[in-house]
């Protein structure tokens, strides 16, 4: 009962388990990882829906320390990221740590004990002295807000809950939503149903995926010298970050970069759709890089097919048949689908309850104020805290990029606190809002603020309007700060600082 942890860290996907990883290298071994699911692989363990599979290069989206020279496509299908996990998770001995099935409540700084106070469902209390959330950036899924979705007398499932058993063959098929999940999984809908009708409210930019196997000799290649793996990793992290960088962070500077992803994305659909109405249903009317756009080569040829249907009459209702739309129009479904996403900023941003000194309630102070982790992963008055999904923490655009930045600074604020003898470590206020002030004149540059983005409906805008989800910075620079920010941003308390400053 009143045993203190080294760490407990919520949640067991890559991003906890990159967490895990950086404390055993800083020498702690005593951790929980307390996981919702039943297994580990976070977002790669819940999804599994047809079609699934990583949008990034999969040489890029994965550890860079723990190159898999084993994908069997460029784009691994989601259920090689599964067995992914699976393999780091035993190769770095993180098994032993996790707890499955454990529901997480909320968390509250000790001040007696200093150490945080972790309440699982059903009332257990699990003690850690750091507290680390790694509760992923989509991992509460989003029920659509329309009325009689319950009525629906078919089988309904969101994109998160899949069921392989759902008969899918020779039915009418409904789906909700047109962003990159609905994007792979509709042209495997397409392959199944009788009929199927795409309920899109806002249109995506698809660019084109060049994805293919990647070859025995290449794998063999990857296998024997690992060089060759890193230098494709860079290649993918190259472009994707030029993509970051010129078309979405620096819009005002160079408005052509996002033009550029534009055309690509407009040639794409004209090249693949003939019909202009069907070609103008499908072309956004904000900028790119508003929300996120996706690759896909088998998206928009399936629009063309005469048993698929592309609805862009906005839904009146759902009743116990299928889907009524605002002209009063119905369509008679058997199933339907909710690739409808995921809700960030009401109840993910922290997805538990985290109180800190003085009784800040985190997500109140951030809802109440403005939304803010100092370099994306620590908050004044949560000392020996590192939230890991945080506003301004995700940088470039494969989330392992983010992952090793947030370890790099953990292990230069852990080995500081190691070096001063110190037990807590805590973000200053100064260092906070300072750095708050420089992602808020950086975000003018970007898309987000200098383009146009009201007919986005981009989950990267919070409840403030203010596009705070992605830092406004390259991952180099990231990656430099992780490595590089000032010690004085942190204060440094504990008996053994104490000591020897008296
Ligand atoms: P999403 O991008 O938020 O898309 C949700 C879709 O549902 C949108 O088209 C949205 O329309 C629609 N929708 C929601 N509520 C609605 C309502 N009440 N009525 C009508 N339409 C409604 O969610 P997602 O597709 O699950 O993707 C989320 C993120 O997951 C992606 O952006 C990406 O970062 C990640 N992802 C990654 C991969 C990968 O391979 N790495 C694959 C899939 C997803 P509006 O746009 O009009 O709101």
């Known amino acids: 009962m009143n045993q203190i942890h080294d760490a407990v860290i919520v949640g067991a996907g890559f991003g906890g388990m990159g967490a895990a990883i950086e404390l055993h290298r800083q020498g702690y071994d005593d951790l929980v990882i307390l996981e919702r699911e039943d297994d580990l692989g976070g977002t790669w363990h819940v999804n599994r829906y047809p ?10 989206y994965s550890y860079s320390f723990e190159p898999n020279p084993h994908w069997s496509r460029l784009f691994a299908p989601g259920a090689e990221l599964k067995k992914y996990a699976g393999h780091v998770a035993d190769k770095y001995g993180l098994r032993r740590h996790m707890r499955f099935g454990t529901v997480v409540e909320g968390a509250r700084w000790d001040e007696d004990a200093a150490a945080w ?48 058993d759902i008969e899918l063959a020779g039915k009418r098929v409904g789906i909700i939503g047109t962003g990159a999940t609905a994007v792979q999984l509709i042209p495997e809908l397409a392959k199944v149903a009788d009929h199927l009708t795409v309920y899109q409210r806002t249109p995506i930019y698809v660019s084109p995926k060049l994805d293919g196997p990647v070859p025995g000799v290449v794998r063999g290649a990857f296998a024997k010298v690992p060089l060759t793996q890193k230098a494709t990793r860079l290649v993918g992290t190259s472009i994707l970050e030029v993509m970051m960088v010129a078309g979405v962070l620096h819009f005002r500077d160079l408005p052509w970069a996002n033009a550029a992803g534009k055309r690509v994305c407009a040639a794409h659909l004209a090249r693949q759709v003939k019909d202009p109405v069907l070609r103008a249903k499908l072309t956004p009317d904000y900028d790119f890089g508003c929300k996120r756009p996706t690759f896909s080569n088998t998206y928009y040829p399936t629009f063309t097919k005469p048993h698929v249907d592309l609805e862009t009459i906005a839904i009146d209702h759902v009743d116990a048949g299928g889907i009524v739309t605002s002209d009063g129009n119905r369509t008679d479904l058997d199933v339907l689908v909710l690739a409808t996403g995921f809700n960030l900023w ?16 985190l997500g109140k102070w951030w809802r109440d104020n403005r939304f803010c982790a100092y370099e994306g992963i620590t908050v004044p008055k949560f000392p020996n805290f590192f939230s890991l999904n945080s506003p301004y923490s995700y940088s470039g655009l494969s989330y392992f990029t983010t992952i090793e930045t947030q370890m790099a600074h953990m292990g230069r604020v852990l080995g500081a606190m190691r070096q001063r003898g110190a037990d807590i470590v805590e973000v200053t206020e100064e260092a906070n809002d300072q750095f708050l002030d420089r992602m808020t004149g950086l975000l003018d540059n970007s898309v987000f603020n200098a383009g146009s983005c009201s007919t986005a409906r981009s989950y990267y805008f919070n409840q403030h309007g203010e596009a705070v989800l992605l830092r406004p910075t390259s991952t180099l620079s990231a990656a430099r700060e992780a490595t590089r920010f000032p010690l004085d941003h942190y204060t440094f308390t504990g008996a053994r600082v104490s000591a020897s400053a008296s």
């Open 51 to 60: 079609g699934l599979a990583v949008d990034i290069p999969s040489s890029t």
């Open 346 to 361: 009401d109840v993910n941003f922290p997805a538990i309850q985290v109180v800190g000194r003085e009784g800040r309630d």
């Open 117 to 164: 106070e972790v309440t699982l469902a059903g009332g257990e209390v699990v003690r850690g002295r750091f507290l680390l959330t790694a509760t992923g950036f989509l991992s509460q899924p989003k029920l659509p807000d329309i009325p009689g979705v319950e009525d629906f007398a078919g089988t309904v499932v969101h994109t998160t809950r899949w069921d392989d």
